[in-house]
Structures are given as structure tokens and as C-alpha cells.
């Protein structure tokens, strides 16, 4: 029987699903895409961002990773611990940036620590800011 008209599909009242779907990639958990170290060359004409890191513990230099409108990656010297909140500021071409942010996860490398933040209560501004970024980025190279 081939179904021609929307009436004739059943309803799927009470459909359930025998198992879960797990998405198999990173960016499969994140809510909103990030730009790479390769996008910012693309955007500022520089692969080093200076993000500077204000703890309890201190006041740290990184270099930004990768950053999105949910949060941002960066490697640094100093190991941070995961939940920490943070204060996290940096210059996007002419644009001062501060916001508070929450260690998700780290990792150690060959030259140190990767660490992922999540952006904790950012205002509108910045994460329009960051939006239009990444508005940018696909508008000028593609996804």
C-alpha cells in the first residue's frame, strides 16, 4: 500500500526507541560551535591570542585554542582544576573581552595543559559579539 496523503501515516503516539543516541564526536555535546586557532588567523591575521587567566590561586598567561559563544579552550602552563571559576580577558582585534568562565575539563600535553572553559553568565553583548564571529567565519570560508 503506498501512502499518498499525511492522513494515511499512522500516529506515532507511544513510539519508543530501544536505545539512546550517543553522538560520536566532540562537538556532538556542545550547544554551540567554536572557532579554531585556523579561524582566528583567518579573522585577526594571528595564530597566538593572549587570553590572561585570573584565579584564587593567581593570575596566569594562555594562548586561546578554540573559542565559541558556550566557551572556549586554551593551553597553558599551569594546570588548572576542573569546576574552578575563573576570570578569563583578552583582545579580539579591537574588542576588550572579560568574562567569567568554569574549567570543565583538562588535560595534559607536551608544552603543558589544554584546558576547556564554559562561559559562565555572559552578557548579550559578548556573546553576540562572538556569534557575529562566527557568522563571519562561515560567511567568509565556509563550515
Known amino acids: 500500500m503506498v501512502k499518498n496523503e499525511w492522513g494515511d501515516v499512522p500516529n506515532l503516539e507511544g513510539l519508543e526507541m530501544e ?25 585577526y591575521g594571528t595564530s597566538h591570542i593572549e587570553v590572561k587567566v585570573a584565579s584564587a590561586n593567581g593570575t596566569y598567561k594562555a594562548s586561546l585554542r578554540d573559542l565559541g559563544e558556550g566557551g572556549m579552550g586554551l593551553d597553558l602552563k ?8 575563573l576570570k578569563v580577558g583578552m583582545m579580539l582585534g579591537t574588542k576588550h573581552f572579560v568574562a567569567s568562565a568554569q574549567v570543565r575539563h583538562v588535560r ?12 559562565l553568565n555572559l552578557e548579550p553583548s559578548i556573546r553576540k559579539f562572538l556569534a557575529g564571529m562566527y557568522a563571519s567565519k ?5 563550515f
Open 19 to 43: 536505545w539512546d543516541y550517543i553522538p560520536d564526536c566532540r562537538d556532538g555535546q556542545r550547544l554551540h560551535k567554536r572557532m579554531t586557532r585556523t579561524d582566528m588567523v583567518n579573522l
Open 78 to 85: 599551569n594546570r588548572l582544576d576542573e569546576y574552578q571559576n
Open 108 to 119: 595534559s600535553g607536551e608544552h603543558g595543559y589544554t584546558a576547556g572553559l564554559q562561559f
Open 138 to 142: 562561515v560567511l567568509r570560508h565556509g
